[in-house]
Each structure stands twice: as structure tokens, then as C-alpha cells.
């Protein structure tokens, strides 16, 4: 047990639909995370996120929106995605953002876009 | 262009046998150095880290060394057990400007461990 949960662990979505993926994390940590990964390709960090003040966007599209309403939660909104960006999408927490930190994910979203 | 390669994206070694997990990197500037095990279904779980000053760093059948010179680390995990069986991620990251903390991540490695 992590203590970073993700919901839901599946999604099924058409390029048209609006979705949201939630993250919570049961650490105290104030630092959050949003990456991505692609088949065959590394993780990928889309934003970060520290004491609920985006800190980091990583030139993600504007049809990606994160939302961090506190600090033990951060929401990916999603709308008119493309298929390309059909991946597994991993949420994570730590301390604080220096190096000394461990990140702690969650066991992700799997989202296909049809 | 990637930071932080795993040029062997599969690794299959015997049970019992040491297994050697090996990854390169380019940015001199990275200061901390990660290993991620990761299960499928499952999110990647912090294995063991090494800091840029040091050569070494051991915890129970897990060793990773740092060869600053090369830029290059490794991770040996002796004996290897089935349960390692699962993806291996090198990690890196810096401890300054405005990408503090932030973790760039290899492509992975898959171990299989055969009884």
C-alpha cells in the first residue's frame, strides 16, 4: 500500500467526452504530481504541483487540465483527446520537491481513447 | 533527446544468480540517482538511491554504483529472487533551479528471474 490512490484505474473515453482522473494521497505530503506513460517510451512529467500552487507545466497540451483543490488531492480534467494520447497516467507525492524527497505513486489510470 | 537511457529493455537471469541492471546518463548536473521497481498493474515503488557524491550504496541483496566518470550506474541484485521479476526504472534528478526534484526517468528494463 502506497498510500496514493488513483481513480478509476480504467477509462474508455471518445475523442469528444469530457473525463476527469482523481488522485488522492493519504501521506501529508505536499507535493503532487501528474506523468505519463507511453508504450516504449520513459515517464514522462506533465505538471507538479507544491502546496497546491502548479509549480510545473511541462508544454502539455491545453486539452490536459490539472487541478489541485488541497493538498492531498489533484485532478487530471480531460476533453477532446486524441488517441495518441491513450497511455497509462501516474500520479505521485512527496514531502517537498528537492532531491532528498522520494516520490510515492500510484498504481495509475490505463486510458484509451477511441 | 533522452537524459537517462536503459539500453537493454529486457533482462532474463537465473534464479540465485546476481542480476546487473545498468543505465547511462548525460546531464552532469543530475545529483541524485533513483531505481523504481515497478509490477504490472501497480505503480513504480522506490527501490534504493544514490547521491552524486558517493560510489556505492547497499541495502540487503540490492547495490547500485555510480561511475561519475562515465556517467553511467548500475544496479546488482544478488541473489535474485522470482518475486524480482518486474520492471526496473532508472531515475535521476537535480537538486537546483527551478526543476528541483524533479525525476527523469529511463525507459525500463524487464527481469525475469527463472526458477
Known amino acids: 500500500e502506497t498510500g496514493v490512490t488513483q481513480t478509476p484505474r480504467h477509462l474508455v473515453m471518445g475523442m469528444t467526452n469530457k473525463k476527469s482522473l482523481k488522485c488522492e494521497q493519504h501521506l501529508g505530503h505536499n507535493a503532487m504530481y501528474w506523468y505519463k506513460q507511453s508504450a516504449k517510451k520513459p515517464l514522462e512529467l506533465m505538471f507538479v504541483?507544491?502546496?497546491?500552487?502548479?509549480?510545473e507545466n511541462n508544454s502539455v497540451p491545453s486539452r490536459f487540465s490539472p487541478e489541485c483543490p488541497n493538498s492531498s488531492h489533484l485532478f487530471l480534467h480531460l476533453h477532446t483527446l486524441q488517441p495518441e494520447d491513450s497511455a497509462l497516467y501516474l500520479c505521485a507525492s512527496s514531502q517537498g520537491r528537492g532531491a532528498a524527497y522520494e516520490q510515492y505513486f500510484g498504481p495509475g489510470t490505463r486510458l484509451t481513447v477511441t | 533527446d533522452q537524459q537517462v537511457k536503459q539500453n537493454s529493455p529486457s533482462l532474463s537471469v537465473q534464479e540465485g544468480r546476481i542480476s546487473i541492471l545498468n543505465c547511462d546518463y548525460t546531464n552532469s548536473m543530475f545529483d541524485y540517482f533513483l531505481w523504481y521497481k515497478k509490477y504490472p498493474a501497480e505503480g513504480p515503488t522506490f527501490l534504493i538511491s544514490?547521491?552524486?557524491?558517493?560510489d556505492k550504496n547497499e541495502d540487503g541483496r540490492f547495490t547500485v554504483f555510480l561511475n561519475k566518470s562515465a556517467k553511467h550506474l548500475s544496479l546488482h541484485i544478488v541473489p535474485s529472487q522470482p518475486g524480482d521479476s518486474a520492471v526496473y526504472f532508472c531515475a535521476a534528478r537535480t537538486n537546483y533551479g527551478g526543476s528541483q526534484g524533479n525525476l527523469i526517468f529511463g525507459k525500463g528494463t524487464k527481469l525475469s528471474v527463472k526458477p
Open positions: 504541483y507544491s502546496l497546491e500552487e502548479r509549480v
Open positions: 544514490i547521491s552524486s557524491i558517493k
